[in-house]
Structures are given as C-alpha cells and as structure tokens.
C-alpha cells in the first residue's frame, strides 16, 4: 500500500511513504477497520511513524462500488485477486441482502 501526497497550492513533486506489510482489522467499538503499519519512513526526513488508517463501513462501500465498477471495464485484471475473496464476498452478500440477521 502506498500513500503519495504533494503540495495543494504549489506542487513542487510527489513524495511517498510504503505500507509494505500492513495488517488489516475491525474495531467494533468504533464501527470502523483500521489498517497498520510500523515503522513507516517519513515523507522527507529520515524519521520513522505508526500509522493508522480508519475507514468506516460507509466508507469501505464506497470503496467496494469503486472497485466493482473498475472491475467491470477491466474483468481479467481483477479475476485473479477477486476470486481469493468469492467466500468473503458472498459472506457480505447475505448480509447485505438479509439472509443473515442478528
């Protein structure tokens, strides 16, 4: 995973920072999935950071539209890699659809 970032009013390039191993969670005390990595080296100095991303369920959908919709203009870039997650797909599927209630 990577993050880029350059100035808004003044772009003078574009630096980044590598989440090379980042480790995936949900909080429900929050209602929101946190993605971490340690040790991150700073934009412009040697400097190393924890960082932790959070997304709400709002936003993981949208997230989820986004990439449905990438996927139908390119289906064989995405087969491969989307057809590791067909369980977890079809998991949020009942859920969406009310099969699985609480």
């Known amino acids: 995973m990577k993050i880029e970032r350059h100035g808004s009013g ?6 980044s920072a590598e989440f090379n191993s ?12 946190h993605i971490k990595q340690s040790r991150v080296r ?5 400097s190393r950071h924890d960082y932790v991303v959070s997304l709400s ?15 139908m203009q ?13 369980i977890s797909l079809a998991q949020l599927q009942a859920v969406g659809t009310g099969v699985l209630r609480t």
């Open 42 to 46: 700073d934009f412009s100095t040697h």
């Open 10 to 15: 003044a772009f003078h390039g574009v630096t």
């Open 22 to 33: 980042p480790k995936f969670s949900w909080h429900a005390s929050s209602s929101s999935f």
């Open 57 to 71: 369920v709002e936003e993981l959908v949208h997230l989820i539209k986004v990439a449905a919709d990438a996927a």
């Open 74 to 86: 390119d289906p064989a870039a995405f087969a491969p890699d989307v057809a590791k997650a067909v």
